[in-house]
Nanobody, 116 residues
Framework: QVQLVESGGGLVQPGGSLRLSCVAS????????MSWYRQPPGKERELVAV????????NYADSVKGRFTISRDNLKNTVYLQMNSLKPEDTAVYYC?????????WGQGTQVTVSS
């Protein structure tokens, strides 16, 4: 049974930091590209960051470049999103996704709220 479980969300003040984690099970994690998406209130889901299966390649949305870092630990079947200098517009439900050869798996999401 495939599972992706996100954690680490919460309420943080502007300028603060959070680290999201996504633990995977039920498939060969190390062969899948991993991504973080987010869905702000009332808006469509958008890509935040993606990392290749080996961890050597990453890509980011322009809105988070220089503030967010995606990483993965293939021994722990976990992908991370370190979020620094958070802004109110980063408020969203954050989802992780695994993808390989057209197959996709999604987590249930974790809420991040940036507010004073």
């Amino acid at each position: 049974q495939v599972q992706l479980v996100e954690s680490g969300g919460g309420l943080v003040q502007p300028g603060g930091s959070l680290r999201l984690s996504c633990v995977a099970s039920g498939f060969f994690f190390s062969t899948h590209a991993m991504s973080w998406y987010r869905q702000p209130p009332g808006k469509e889901r958008e890509l935040v960051a993606v990392i290749g299966s080996g961890g050597g390649s990453t890509n980011y949305a322009d809105s988070v470049k220089g503030r967010f870092t995606i990483s993965r630990d293939n021994l722990k079947n976990t992908v991370y999103l370190q979020m620094n200098s958070l802004k109110p517009e980063d408020t969203a439900v954050y989802y992780c996704k695994a993808a390989r050869w057209g197959n996709e798996y999604w987590g249930q999401g974790t809420q991040v709220t940036v507010s004073s």
